[in-house]
């Protein structure tokens, strides 16, 4: 079993930055490909960021150049880095962990841990 916890969210104004932290328990964060999503109002899940090994990354269009995934392995913890937010940046922010084989970046269905998600509002 693992359990993820995200942290860092909150209300920040057009511009700002924030830096959200997953927290992973069960086994070290190591040894699974993480990713970031993200749920707005009224949208369905949408993809963040993923990371593989502490080197390979990878990025949705709309995020590549602002956001930026990292990860601490000693500390079991994945960051999202998210600088020049606007008002299209809020959401819920969720961290997930996979281990499967024929795991896919971009696609959440081949996720298999999830944390409970982490409020970012971008005001005007």
């Known amino acids: 079993q693992v359990q993820l916890v995200e942290s860092g969210g909150g209300l920040v104004q057009a511009g700002d930055s924030l830096r959200l932290s997953c927290a992973a328990s069960?086994?070290?964060?190591?040894?699974?490909?993480m990713g970031w999503f993200r749920q707005a109002p009224g949208k369905e899940r949408e993809f963040v960021a993923a990371?593989?090994?502490?080197?390979?990354?990878w990025y949705a269009d709309s995020m590549k150049g602002r956001f930026a995934i990292s990860r601490d392995n000693a500390k079991d913890t994945v960051y999202l880095q998210m600088n020049s937010l606007t008002p299209e940046d809020t959401a819920v922010y969720y961290c997930?962990?996979?281990?499967?084989?024929?795991?896919?970046?971009?696609?959440?269905?081949?996720?298999?841990?999830w944390g409970q998600g982490t409020q970012v509002t971008v005001s005007s």
């Open positions: 997930a962990a996979a281990y499967r084989s024929g795991w896919s970046p971009s696609r959440w269905p081949t996720y298999d841990y």
């Open positions: 069960g086994r070290s964060s190591s040894t699974y490909s």
């Open positions: 990371i593989r090994s502490s080197v390979t990354t």
